[in-house]
Nanobody
Framework: EVQLVESGGGLVQPGGSLRLSCVASGFTFSYSAMTWVRQAPGKGLEWVST????????DYADSVKGRFTISRDNAENTLYLQLNSLKIEDTAMYYC????????RGQGTQVTVSP
């Protein structure tokens, strides 16, 4: 059974930073590209970033490019998302998943950016 457990969210002021983590189990993590998506209140899922299985290739939504950094530790079965220069519009529930459909996403971790 695929399990993805996100953590690291919280309340932060605009311009602040957070580091999200996602611990994976139930599949061969090192063989799988991984993705972060988010869902703001009242909105649909929004793709944020994807990283290749080996971590050499990354892709970002224009809205987060230059501010967020995706990374992974295949030895620890863990995916990360470093969030810098946070904006109010980054407020959302953040999920990790194996692809953009996010059908197997975890319970999510809440990021709230507020003055």
């Amino acid at each position: 059974e695929v399990q993805l457990v996100e953590s690291g969210g919280g309340l932060v002021q605009p311009g602040g930073s957070l580091r999200l983590s996602c611990v994976a189990s139930g599949f061969t993590f090192s063989y799988s590209a991984m993705t972060w998506v988010r869902q703001a209140p009242g909105k649909g899922l929004e793709w944020v970033s994807t990283i290749s299985s080996g971590g050499h290739y990354t892709d970002y939504a224009d809205s987060v490019k230059g501010r967020f950094t995706i990374s992974r530790d295949n030895a620890e079965n863990t995916l990360y998302l470093q969030l810098n220069s946070l904006k109010i519009e980054d407020t959302a529930m953040y999920y990790c998943a194996r692809d953009r459909s996010a059908l197997d996403r975890g319970q999510g971790t809440q990021v709230t950016v507020s003055p």
